[in-house]
Protein backbone atom coordinates (compact mmCIF):
# COMPACT_ATOMS: atom_id res chain seq x y z
CA UNK A 1 0.00 0.00 0.00
CA UNK A 2 1.44 3.70 -1.05
CA UNK A 3 0.39 6.39 1.08
CA UNK A 4 0.76 10.11 -0.71
CA UNK A 5 0.28 12.47 2.34
CA UNK A 6 -2.79 10.80 3.22
CA UNK A 7 -4.22 9.43 0.01
CA UNK A 8 -4.39 5.58 0.09
CA UNK A 9 -3.12 3.66 -3.31
CA UNK A 10 -4.10 0.36 -3.78
CA UNK A 11 -1.71 -2.41 -4.20
CA UNK A 12 -3.65 -3.47 -7.05
CA UNK A 13 -2.35 -0.45 -8.94
CA UNK A 14 0.75 -2.07 -10.66
CA UNK A 15 2.74 1.53 -11.71
CA UNK A 16 6.34 1.11 -11.11
CA UNK A 17 7.12 3.36 -8.30
CA UNK A 18 10.66 4.21 -7.11
CA UNK A 19 11.48 6.35 -4.60
CA UNK A 20 14.64 8.13 -5.86
CA UNK A 21 17.65 8.70 -3.08
CA UNK A 22 20.71 10.65 -3.63
CA UNK A 23 23.97 10.64 -2.61
CA UNK A 24 24.27 13.53 0.56
CA UNK A 25 26.66 15.37 -1.36
CA UNK A 26 25.62 14.69 -4.77
CA UNK A 27 23.77 16.82 -6.92
CA UNK A 28 20.32 17.05 -7.88
CA UNK A 29 20.38 19.64 -10.69
CA UNK A 30 22.01 19.57 -13.80
CA UNK A 31 22.87 23.28 -15.58
CA UNK A 32 22.27 21.19 -19.00
CA UNK A 33 19.33 22.03 -20.75
CA UNK A 34 17.88 19.11 -22.30
CA UNK A 35 15.90 20.27 -25.77
CA UNK A 36 13.34 18.15 -27.00
CA UNK A 37 11.31 19.24 -30.43
CA UNK A 38 7.48 19.52 -29.92
CA UNK A 39 6.82 16.81 -32.89
CA UNK A 40 8.96 14.61 -31.17
CA UNK A 41 7.30 15.08 -27.21
CA UNK A 42 3.75 14.23 -29.40
CA UNK A 43 5.16 10.88 -30.71
CA UNK A 44 5.88 9.51 -27.69
CA UNK A 45 2.57 10.92 -25.59
CA UNK A 46 -0.20 10.82 -28.20
CA UNK A 47 -1.46 7.18 -27.28
CA UNK A 48 -1.59 9.09 -23.89
CA UNK A 49 -3.53 12.37 -23.93
CA UNK A 50 -6.49 11.13 -23.10
CA UNK A 51 -5.84 8.96 -19.99
CA UNK A 52 -4.00 12.05 -19.08
CA UNK A 53 -6.36 14.47 -19.88
CA UNK A 54 -9.37 12.92 -17.53
CA UNK A 55 -6.91 11.71 -14.80
CA UNK A 56 -6.41 15.89 -14.53
CA UNK A 57 -9.81 16.29 -14.30
CA UNK A 58 -11.19 13.75 -12.17
CA UNK A 59 -8.60 14.56 -9.91
CA UNK A 60 -9.68 18.32 -9.12
CA UNK A 61 -13.59 17.30 -9.62
CA UNK A 62 -12.40 15.16 -6.50
CA UNK A 63 -10.85 17.44 -4.42
CA UNK A 64 -13.88 19.42 -5.40
CA UNK A 65 -16.02 17.09 -2.59
CA UNK A 66 -13.31 17.21 -0.09
CA UNK A 67 -14.67 18.73 3.20
CA UNK A 68 -13.27 22.39 4.62
CA UNK A 69 -12.00 23.21 1.11
CA UNK A 70 -13.02 26.50 1.38
CA UNK A 71 -10.16 27.18 4.05
CA UNK A 72 -7.53 25.39 2.15
CA UNK A 73 -4.55 27.94 1.29
CA UNK A 74 -3.65 27.45 -1.96
CA UNK A 75 -0.31 25.81 -1.50
CA UNK A 76 -2.94 22.84 0.44
CA UNK A 77 -5.31 22.70 -2.50
CA UNK A 78 -2.51 22.25 -4.96
CA UNK A 79 -0.75 19.91 -2.98
CA UNK A 80 -4.10 17.64 -2.40
CA UNK A 81 -4.85 17.96 -6.04
CA UNK A 82 -1.16 16.95 -6.84
CA UNK A 83 -1.34 13.78 -4.96
CA UNK A 84 -4.69 13.10 -6.22
CA UNK A 85 -3.60 13.48 -9.80
CA UNK A 86 -0.57 11.08 -9.12
CA UNK A 87 -3.45 8.46 -7.50
CA UNK A 88 -5.41 8.55 -10.59
CA UNK A 89 -2.28 7.98 -12.89
CA UNK A 90 -1.43 5.02 -10.63
CA UNK A 91 -4.78 3.52 -11.24
CA UNK A 92 -5.01 4.57 -15.15
CA UNK A 93 -1.50 3.85 -16.46
CA UNK A 94 -1.38 0.36 -14.90
CA UNK A 95 -1.36 -1.13 -17.87
CA UNK A 96 1.75 1.20 -19.06
CA UNK A 97 5.10 -0.65 -18.96
CA UNK A 98 6.58 2.62 -20.16
CA UNK A 99 5.12 4.67 -17.12
CA UNK A 100 6.92 4.73 -14.13
CA UNK A 101 6.23 7.31 -11.10
CA UNK A 102 9.74 9.01 -9.66
CA UNK A 103 9.21 9.94 -6.16
CA UNK A 104 11.58 12.17 -4.62
CA UNK A 105 10.68 12.93 -0.96
CA UNK A 106 13.69 15.24 -0.03
CA UNK A 107 12.56 17.86 -2.55
CA UNK A 108 9.09 17.02 -2.70
CA UNK A 109 9.25 16.26 -6.30
CA UNK A 110 7.06 13.71 -8.21
CA UNK A 111 7.15 13.17 -11.99
CA UNK A 112 5.63 10.69 -13.98
CA UNK A 113 8.43 9.41 -16.40
CA UNK A 114 7.44 8.13 -19.62
CA UNK A 115 9.86 5.61 -21.86
CA UNK A 116 12.94 6.81 -20.34
CA UNK A 117 12.80 9.99 -22.04
CA UNK A 118 10.32 12.26 -20.74
CA UNK A 119 9.30 13.59 -17.21
CA UNK A 120 5.68 14.97 -16.54
CA UNK A 121 5.13 17.53 -13.86
CA UNK A 122 1.78 18.65 -12.83
CA UNK A 123 0.73 22.17 -12.03
CA UNK A 124 -1.84 24.79 -12.09
CA UNK A 125 -1.41 26.89 -14.63
CA UNK A 126 -2.80 30.08 -15.94
CA UNK A 127 -4.08 31.42 -19.29
CA UNK A 128 -0.60 32.42 -20.96
CA UNK A 129 -0.05 28.32 -19.89
CA UNK A 130 2.89 29.83 -17.62
CA UNK A 131 2.91 27.27 -14.71
CA UNK A 132 2.23 28.12 -10.78
CA UNK A 133 5.00 27.34 -8.74
CA UNK A 134 6.39 27.83 -5.33
CA UNK A 135 9.61 29.80 -5.87
CA UNK A 136 12.28 27.45 -4.67
CA UNK A 137 15.40 27.18 -5.86
CA UNK A 138 15.15 23.83 -7.80
CA UNK A 139 11.48 24.95 -9.03
CA UNK A 140 12.76 28.02 -10.57
CA UNK A 141 15.57 25.92 -12.30
CA UNK A 142 13.39 23.24 -13.46
CA UNK A 143 10.77 26.02 -14.93
CA UNK A 144 13.41 26.82 -16.57
CA UNK A 145 14.51 23.98 -18.75
CA UNK A 146 17.12 22.80 -16.49
CA UNK A 147 17.71 18.98 -15.65
CA UNK A 148 17.76 16.46 -12.82
CA UNK A 149 21.15 14.99 -12.70
CA UNK A 150 20.17 11.59 -11.75
CA UNK A 151 18.39 11.45 -15.41
CA UNK A 152 20.34 13.02 -17.65
CA UNK A 153 18.45 11.69 -20.73
CA UNK A 154 15.26 12.99 -19.94
CA UNK A 155 13.36 15.92 -20.80
CA UNK A 156 11.01 17.73 -17.78
CA UNK A 157 7.50 19.09 -19.27
CA UNK A 158 4.72 20.26 -17.66
CA UNK A 159 1.22 19.02 -17.48
CA UNK A 160 -0.56 22.34 -16.77
CA UNK A 161 -4.19 22.56 -16.26
CA UNK A 162 -6.29 25.74 -16.55
CA UNK A 163 -9.79 26.23 -13.99
CA UNK A 164 -12.74 28.25 -14.69
CA UNK A 165 -12.76 31.56 -13.16
CA UNK A 166 -15.25 30.14 -10.24
CA UNK A 167 -12.17 27.43 -10.07
CA UNK A 168 -14.32 24.67 -9.91
CA UNK A 169 -13.51 22.14 -12.86
CA UNK A 170 -10.66 21.82 -15.19
CA UNK A 171 -11.28 23.51 -18.72
CA UNK A 172 -7.80 23.16 -20.35
CA UNK A 173 -4.75 20.52 -19.89
CA UNK A 174 -1.78 21.57 -21.82
CA UNK A 175 1.92 19.78 -22.22
CA UNK A 176 4.27 22.79 -21.36
CA UNK A 177 8.07 23.08 -22.51
CA UNK A 178 8.81 25.53 -20.02
CA UNK A 179 10.77 28.35 -21.03
CA UNK A 180 11.90 30.52 -17.81
CA UNK A 181 10.53 31.94 -14.62
CA UNK A 182 6.95 34.16 -15.89
CA UNK A 183 7.88 33.41 -19.55
CA UNK A 184 5.36 31.65 -21.94
CA UNK A 185 6.65 28.52 -22.89
CA UNK A 186 8.85 27.54 -25.56
CA UNK A 187 5.76 25.01 -26.97
CA UNK A 188 2.95 23.63 -25.88
CA UNK A 189 0.39 20.70 -26.49
CA UNK A 190 -3.18 21.87 -25.47
CA UNK A 191 -5.67 18.81 -24.60
CA UNK A 192 -9.08 20.06 -24.22
CA UNK A 193 -11.04 17.68 -22.15
CA UNK A 194 -15.07 17.28 -24.00
CA UNK A 195 -17.19 15.26 -21.35
CA UNK A 196 -18.95 12.49 -23.92
CA UNK A 197 -23.18 12.63 -23.40
CA UNK A 198 -23.83 10.23 -20.33
CA UNK A 199 -25.99 7.26 -22.61
CA UNK A 200 -29.03 5.58 -20.72
CA UNK A 201 -27.30 2.25 -19.06
CA UNK A 202 -29.02 -0.71 -17.22
CA UNK A 203 -26.36 -0.34 -15.01
CA UNK A 204 -26.90 2.35 -12.73
CA UNK A 205 -23.87 5.21 -12.05
CA UNK A 206 -21.71 5.09 -8.87
CA UNK A 207 -20.73 8.58 -7.15
CA UNK A 208 -17.26 7.00 -7.69
CA UNK A 209 -17.71 6.38 -11.81
CA UNK A 210 -15.09 8.18 -13.80
CA UNK A 211 -16.11 10.78 -16.67
CA UNK A 212 -15.78 9.81 -20.04
CA UNK A 213 -13.84 12.14 -22.40
CA UNK A 214 -12.53 12.74 -25.77
CA UNK A 215 -9.77 14.80 -26.23
CA UNK A 216 -9.34 17.36 -28.62
CA UNK A 217 -6.01 18.32 -29.48
CA UNK A 218 -5.89 21.88 -30.28
CA UNK A 219 -2.32 23.36 -32.62
CA UNK A 220 -1.51 26.86 -33.49
CA UNK A 221 0.14 27.81 -36.80
CA UNK A 222 3.73 27.27 -35.12
CA UNK A 223 2.43 23.64 -33.96
CA UNK A 224 0.93 22.82 -37.29
CA UNK A 225 4.38 23.08 -38.41
CA UNK A 226 6.05 21.29 -35.65
CA UNK A 227 3.29 18.49 -35.61
CA UNK A 228 1.91 18.00 -38.86
CA UNK A 229 -2.03 17.46 -39.92
Request: glycine share 6%.
Amino acid sequence: MLILNGIHIGIFALVKVQKVVYPIDGPYFSEARKWMKQAEAHSILRTRYAPLCAAVVAAYRKYGKYPGRTIHRRTTRANIVNDEILAAVIGDFHEDEAVCLKLIRKKNLRFMQVEDRILLWFKKMDRQRRPAIYPTDHAMHLESGGQMSMFPDCTILIVGYLLNRDETDVVLVSIIKPAGRGSRPEWYIDLQPVEEPKLAVMRKATSDSKPRFRVVVKKGATQDKLIGS
